[in-house]
């Protein structure tokens, strides 16, 4: 009897863990992402950032952050209990142009040059390659690699384009990648419009 409530109670455990939650948007899309992420936007961050994180690679995170939402509509989604630093970001531009497999490299390579130079560190690219996920976008695809900006993080972005407006959404994770990878692509996968 104890051996079969220990095994009930593991597994209602792990569908509470499994339990995604939905957010809009302020591209007025919907998306899911595992329990633990938080939403950074300009409409919440500084209440976010008056909570009492004792952790300085997160009040430093949360800075960063605060900084960048006042240059770009943008937002960030932490996962503090992976790694203080694992984010996922969403930016969204106006854009109409054509990605398919013969120029996606060509595409991977330009959006490296342009981070190399921004970030000062050479890196090279891991991954490019077309991807299939939103299945509503006209193209969608998937770039990974060092990051040009901090040692030891791992830049993973898809980037698809739809009804003219190119959607970037990006995963900067220093540990526990694979995870910070499963919660990105589920993230793209779960957009709705």
């Known amino acids: 009897m104890n051996k ?34 938080e ?13 009492n994180y004792k952790d300085p690679l997160i009040k430093k995170q ?14 960030l989604l932490y996962n503090f209990s992976s790694h203080p630093l694992n984010n996922i970001n969403i930016l969204v531009f106006d854009a109409n142009y054509n990605v398919n497999s013969k120029t996606v490299k060509k595409q991977c390579k330009k959006i490296l040059r342009i981070e190399k130079k921004v970030g000062k560190r050479k890196v090279k690219l891991n991954e490019c390659r077309m991807h299939d996920q ?20 791992t830049t993973q972005q898809i980037i698809f384009l739809y009804k003219k407006k190119e959607y970037v959404i990006t995963s900067a994770c220093w540990q526990k990648c694979d995870e910070t990878t499963n919660d990105l692509l589920n993230l793209v996968k779960s957009i709705k419009f």
């Open 39 to 51: 939403l950074f936007n300009k409409s919440n961050l500084f209440e976010i950032y008056d909570h």
């Open 62 to 75: 949360i800075k960063l952050a605060e900084e960048y939402l006042k240059k770009q509509k943008v937002e």
């Open 4 to 37: 079969l409530l220990i095994l009930i109670f593991t597994f209602l455990l792990s569908l509470n863990s499994l339990r995604a939650e939905n957010f809009i948007s302020i591209e007025k899309f919907s998306f899911e992402l595992p329990d633990g992420y």
């Open 134 to 153: 939103p299945t509503f976008a006209d193209w969608s695809m998937y770039r990974e690699n060092e990051s040009s900006f901090i040692e030891g993080v």
